[in-house]
Structures are given as C-alpha cells and as structure tokens.
C-alpha cells in the first residue's frame, strides 16, 4: 500500500514512526518543507492551501491511503477545495482525523457515535461540515476518528509540569476525555484495514477532571500540585477558555468492538506512568 498524508502534524508523524513500515512508499505534505524534521523516510510536499505542485498531486493520485489532519478552516476543508477533483476522481481508503468536540457541552453525560453532533463554537462547527464534505468525497471508504485530547511524549502533563505552566483550573462538573498518541496510531491503522467506512471515537476508558490529571503527574514527579484557581475568576486566553465550554463522558466501546483497538494506555496513570519512565518531565 502507499500512503499520503496530508498534514504531518504530531500525531500522523507518530503513525508513520509505528507504522510506517507498513507501506511500501509514505509521502505528506507540510507548510514548508525547508523548516521541517525527523521526517525521515517520508516523500515530503509542500501544502498551504491553494493547488500544489504537479508532483504532489500525481503522488496523491496514486496513493492507496489518504490519512487527513488538516484542520478546516474560514472557507471549508483546505485539501477538498484545492484537491477536490483528485480525491473524488480515487479510489483511495480514506481516515480523516476529526475531534469529539463536534458534541458539544453534554454537562458531563456520556456520549457515542450516535449521538448527533452539536456545538456552539464555530471550529467544532466547521469540523462536521469537514466530517460530511469528506464523506461525500470518499464516498463509502471514509473512516472518520473523532479524537479526544491528545496527548504522548514530550506534550504531556510531566512536561507542563516541569516547565512551570501546569494549571489546576477548577470547573465544578468540568469533564475532559484524552488518548495517548500510541493509542491514535493503533486507531488509524485498525480503520485502515476495515473492510468499511465509518465513524469512530478515539478516547481512553476513563473521562475525568482536567485538576486530576495535574494532580497525579505532581504526584509521579514528588513535587506539590500546582494551586487550584476557580474557573470563573482565572485569567485565560479566549480560546483556553473555550476548551471549558463542553464538558462530556465520551464512550470509545465502538473503537474496540468494530475496530478491534486494544488502549495500550487505557487511563491517563497508565499513559504518565510510561511517560515518567522514560523520561518524560525529569529534570
């Protein structure tokens, strides 16, 4: 199989170190190629939007596997507006990587696949209009991950920790659901290889207070937790603050049912206990 992936961002990168092997020739694009490593092994194109080179296109055009991180933006999904006409002209297995924020506020209610999507803020909204411009795209072979809060090494809360920028923001009834990056490579590859499309949330067993979080990787690390501060008087950016707008228990029981996914870490303990062990947020 060859694949592209349009948008090496830190998750699809982690995918091509897990499973790049996989494939007998892996190609993506970035924003600039001259400002970009450890992409070794990978055919790199240069994408930001508007139509690119030939060679990128006729690479795309014999990929068996398009993987999409790219998020929309003002005027829809970058890569269907500049490549429509490539893609839907394919046959290629298509996963595009989407986020459960298209749910919007559930006040801390569980939530599936089935669940229909909703969200106040407008690049949750954008997201579902991204989800069906793609499946009109692809047409059937489209595997939609909707991925909860990502984390792995080097973007964890050891690290946070360690730099002096962890915060224990207190939202009473506050919710948030997480997956470890090894966790999302697993996803994509077991979407890969079904026999169909369809829509799946990518998530660990256990939906929890961000403070918590915090809470135990101070305790891993011997050092006191930051201060709680309450939510409503913090000082936070606009967009930090609307990461507190939806609070949801999102259910990952289809990822594991139809795909097959076994969560090498399917709590955050579980994912910082690894992180601390290798390293991650020591001095």
């Known amino acids: 199989m060859r694949l592209f992936i349009l948008g090496l961002g830190y998750s699809a990168r982690h995918f091509v170190r897990k499973f790049?092997?996989?494939?007998?020739?892996?190609?993506?694009?970035?924003?600039?190629?001259?400002?970009?490593?450890?992409?070794?092994?990978?055919?790199?194109?240069?994408?930001?939007?508007?139509?690119?080179?030939?060679?990128?296109?006729?690479?795309?055009?014999?990929?068996?596997?398009?993987?999409?991180?790219?998020?929309?933006g003002g005027t829809g999904d970058p890569a269907i507006a500049a490549l429509g006409d490539v893609l839907a002209a394919g046959r290629h297995k298509v996963v595009y990587l989407s986020t459960i924020?298209?749910?919007?506020?559930?006040?801390?209610?569980?939530?599936?696949?089935?669940?229909?999507?909703?969200?106040?803020?407008?690049?949750?909204?954008?997201?579902?209009?991204?989800?069906?411009?793609?499946?009109?795209?692809?047409?059937?072979?489209?595997?939609?991950?909707?991925?909860?809060?990502?984390?792995?090494?080097?973007?964890?809360?050891?690290?946070?920790?360690?730099?002096?920028?962890?915060?224990?923001?207190?939202?009473?009834?506050?919710?948030?659901?997480?997956?470890?990056?090894?966790?999302?490579?697993?996803?994509?590859?077991?979407?890969?290889?079904?026999?169909?499309?369809?829509?799946?949330?990518?998530?660990?067993?256990?939906?929890?207070?961000?403070?918590?979080?915090?809470?135990y990787a101070a305790q891993l690390m011997g050092i006191a937790p930051p201060d709680e501060e309450a939510f409503a008087t913090a000082e936070m950016s606009a967009m930090a603050r609307s990461f507190y707008a939806s609070s949801a228990r999102v259910s990952n029981a289809r990822l594991k049912q139809e795909l097959g996914v076994a969560l090498a870490y399917p709590t955050y303990r579980h994912g910082l206990d690894a992180l601390w062990r290798a390293g991650d947020g020591r001095a």
């Open 101 to 215: 924020g298209v749910y919007g506020d559930r006040a801390g209610g569980w939530v599936d696949e089935s669940t229909p999507p909703q969200s106040t803020l407008d690049r949750a909204r954008m997201r579902i209009a991204a989800e069906q411009a793609w499946t009109k795209t692809a047409r059937r072979d489209v595997a939609i991950l909707r991925l909860a809060g990502i984390y792995g090494p080097g973007r964890n809360a050891l690290v946070t920790l360690r730099s002096g920028t962890a915060r224990r923001i207190i939202k009473p009834g506050q919710i948030f659901n997480r997956i470890h990056v090894d966790d999302i490579a697993s996803a994509i590859m077991a979407a890969i290889n079904h026999n169909s499309g369809g829509t799946w949330n990518v998530c660990d067993d256990e939906p929890a207070p961000p403070q918590d979080v915090i809470a």
């Open 20 to 72: 790049g092997g996989s494939f007998s020739h892996v190609a993506g694009t970035v924003r600039d190629p001259a400002a970009q490593v450890d992409l070794a092994g990978i055919e790199v194109h240069g994408f930001s939007g508007s139509r690119p080179a030939d060679a990128t296109v006729d690479s795309i055009g014999d990929a068996d596997v398009l993987v999409i991180s790219i998020p929309p």
